[in-house]
């Protein structure tokens, strides 16, 4: 550091002031060259992380779009089975059955992908 470098000044508790000594005399570094490393290395693992999770987002919404749309089919074939019932129509009881558990694991996962969604977009505060 030139001395002709900006200059600041914080307030610490003396937990973390002597925190930042013992590092600086383990690492050979003055106190003012610990702090600057310390704050170098924030910066980039914090890129890296909003990228991934921007991109898992974009991979939950493409998930969540999925199991929407299988929920949506689902839930009309339930209501075609339905509506069979209703008219005294065939209904096979096993395929009735099945589609209800899979409307089911459908709807879980909409939630689940929204809920994941969710505390992504809070974390990157969108």
């Known amino acids: ?3 002709d470098d900006p200059m600041m000044r914080f307030r610490a508790s003396e937990k973390l002031k002597r925190e ?4 600086a005399a383990r690492n050979g570094r003055s106190i003012n060259s610990e702090i600057v490393h310390r704050l170098g290395m924030t910066n980039p693992n914090e890129a890296p992380l ?3 999770l921007s991109e898992e987002a974009e991979e939950l919404r493409h998930l969540l779009s999925g199991a929407q749309a299988e929920c949506d089919r689902l839930s009309e074939e339930m209501e075609r089975q339905k509506a ?3 008219d005294n129509g065939p209904v096979d ?3 009735l059955g099945q589609l209800i558990v899979e409307h089911r694991w459908a709807r ?3 939630a689940d992908y929204e809920r994941r969604l969710r505390r992504i977009k809070r974390v990157l505060g969108e």
Not at 20 to 23: K, L, M
């Open 1 to 3: 550091m030139a001395r």
């Open 84 to 86: 069979a019932a209703i």
């Open 50 to 52: 909003a990228v991934f």
């Open 93 to 95: 009881g096993m395929i």
């Open 108 to 110: 879980e996962r909409v």
């Open 20 to 23: 930042i000594e013992e590092a």
